[in-house]
DNA sequence: CGTGTTTGACCTGCGC
DNA sequence: GCGCAGGTCAAACACG
């Protein structure tokens, strides 16, 4: 018992000894916590902010995603600008004048229209100033009525050196306008004799990647029928066949997949409709075709430039369509002028072979 | 040989 | 009137 207390007395008096040891690494444990607790604090607050600094990089991020994808959008756009001249004007002020118009309408395009056109009304034609005579076929020298009258513009992606619309063209001339390394050739229309028909084509200065096209003047003959042939069971409305679409959304859909996949398509496009508002805004006088093409010039009439930017998908019967035709084809578009889609197209029969 | 392209010269309109 | 720029002509050349 005695010895038992002893040992009692020991540990009591160890005790003291080992309080303080303990409680100066407890304390040390304090000051070390309380210093881990700084540093998480300091480190929550580092993390806090790299994480503002993610969030912010990240908006600015997908701000510049958002704007190389609009800017992509836009150069794939097919421009599309319509002019004439009508009067004599002050063609280097209309010019400026035009192309902010048409950055503003390429600016509103964007955002309401889906179809990736731009059509713009353009005025800028330079007044027709050389009126010259012209030779027709015949060898007569005969003065065109209005020759550079209408005129279109066409601006569509395209690395091939010229777009391949349907027509068979001869190259008269090649120059190197200032402000543009790209040289400008000169085209005229040589599916028939003595026609007016003229184009320019010329890569855009900004964007070498970008071709843009200038058609003037009206073809005096048939526009030769091309590849973009819709499949027929598309075209023959079959309302009893379920499994069958409807015509008008198979056609839409055929068309919406070409205009948004092909470029080539998206200019043969822009030129069909530029025709098709150029017949438009033209008295309807005008002889019905043909409809024959290709006879008597040999071959000649066969496309040529396999270098071309693809073939031309959307072939105009008729260059010269009727006021009808107009409407037929306007109707066709409607769909795709929308952006409600395929879902409200309208149920315009059409006709086998017509586009 | 026929047809298309190239390219330098020429023409025309416009601004100064 | 002059110079400049855009558009056109036409001879030379290339190609199939």
Same mark, same amino acid.
């Given at each position: 018992?005695e010895?038992?207390?002893?040992?009692?007395?020991k540990?009591?008096?160890?005790?003291?000894?080992?309080f303080t040891?303990?409680?100066?690494?407890l304390?040390?444990?304090?000051?070390?916590?309380g210093?881990?607790?700084?540093?998480?604090?300091?480190?929550?607050?580092?993390? *806090?902010?790299?994480s503002?600094d993610?969030?912010? /990089?990240?908006?600015?991020?997908?701000?510049?995603?958002?704007?190389?994808e609009? $800017?992509v959008?836009?150069?794939?756009l097919?421009?599309?600008? /319509?002019?004439?001249? /009508?009067?004599?004007h002050?063609?280097?002020?209309?010019?400026?004048?035009a192309?902010?118009?048409?950055?503003?309408?390429?600016?509103?395009?964007?955002?309401?229209l889906?179809?990736?056109?731009?059509?713009?009304?353009?005025?800028?034609?330079?007044?027709?100033?050389?009126?010259?005579?012209?030779?027709?076929?015949?060898?007569?020298?005969?003065?065109? +009525?209005?020759?550079?009258?209408?005129?279109?513009?066409?601006?569509?992606?395209?690395d091939?050196?010229?777009?391949?619309?349907?027509?068979?063209?001869r190259?008269?001339?090649?120059k190197? +306008?200032?402000?543009?390394?790209?040289?400008?050739?000169?085209y005229?229309?040589?599916v028939? *004799?003595?026609c007016?028909?003229?184009?320019?084509?010329?890569?855009?200065?900004?964007?070498?990647?970008?071709?843009?096209?200038t058609?003037?003047?009206?073809?005096?003959?048939?526009?030769?029928?091309?590849?973009?042939?819709?499949?027929?069971s598309?075209?023959?409305?079959?309302?009893?066949?379920?499994?069958?679409?409807?015509?008008?959304?198979? &056609?839409?859909?055929?068309i919406?997949?070409? &205009?948004?996949?092909?470029?080539?398509?998206?200019s *043969?496009l *822009?030129?069909?409709? +530029?025709?098709?508002?150029?017949?438009?805004?033209v008295?309807?006088?005008?002889?019905?075709?043909?409809?024959?093409?290709g006879?008597?010039?040999?071959?000649? /009439?066969?496309?040529?430039?396999?270098?071309?930017?693809?073939s031309?998908?959307?072939?105009m019967? $008729?260059?010269?369509m009727?006021?009808?035709?107009?409407?037929?084809?306007?109707?066709?578009?409607q769909?795709?002028?929308?952006?409600?889609? +395929?879902?409200?197209?309208?149920?315009?029969?059409?006709? $086998?072979?017509?586009?």
């Open positions: 018992m010895r038992k207390s002893k040992q009692v007395d540990v009591m008096l160890n005790m003291p000894v080992v040891e303990k409680e100066k690494q304390e040390s444990t304090r000051i070390e916590m210093e881990m607790k700084e540093e998480n604090k300091r480190l929550k607050m580092f993390l *806090a902010e790299i503002k993610y969030q912010s /990089l990240k908006m600015h991020f997908l701000d510049a995603k958002r704007q190389i609009n $800017d959008e836009e150069a794939e097919v421009s599309l600008s /319509l002019g004439s001249c /009508l009067a004599k002050n063609y280097k002020e209309e010019k400026n004048i192309n902010k118009k048409r950055k503003q309408e390429e600016n509103q395009i964007k955002d309401t889906s179809l990736g056109l731009e059509v713009v009304e353009e005025e800028t034609w330079p007044p027709c100033k050389s009126m010259k005579s012209l030779k027709n076929g015949n060898g007569e020298v005969s003065q065109q +009525a209005n020759p550079s009258k209408d005129r279109v513009s066409v601006r569509a992606r395209c091939a050196p010229t777009m391949n619309d349907g027509c068979q063209w190259k008269y001339g090649q190197v +306008a200032k402000g543009n390394p790209c040289p400008k050739a000169y005229r229309c040589s028939a *004799a003595g007016p028909v003229k184009k320019q084509v010329q890569r855009c200065a900004e964007d070498m990647s970008i071709l843009i096209t058609y003037e003047g009206r073809h005096n003959h048939p526009i030769p029928k091309q590849s973009y042939q819709l499949n027929p598309q075209i023959s409305s079959n309302p009893s066949n379920p499994s069958i679409k409807n015509s008008d959304q198979m &056609i839409t859909d055929s919406a997949q070409a &205009i948004t996949t092909d470029p080539s398509f998206q *043969a *822009a030129t069909a409709i +530029a025709s098709c508002i150029r017949v438009h805004g008295q309807g006088t005008r002889e019905s075709s043909s409809g024959s093409y006879h008597g010039h040999g071959g000649v /009439l066969q496309e040529r430039n396999s270098n071309e930017c693809s031309s998908y959307l072939a019967s $008729d260059s010269v009727t006021s009808s035709h107009y409407q037929e084809n306007l109707k066709i578009f769909p795709l002028m929308c952006s409600s889609g +395929a879902e409200n197209a309208s149920s315009t029969p059409v006709d $086998d072979g017509e586009q």
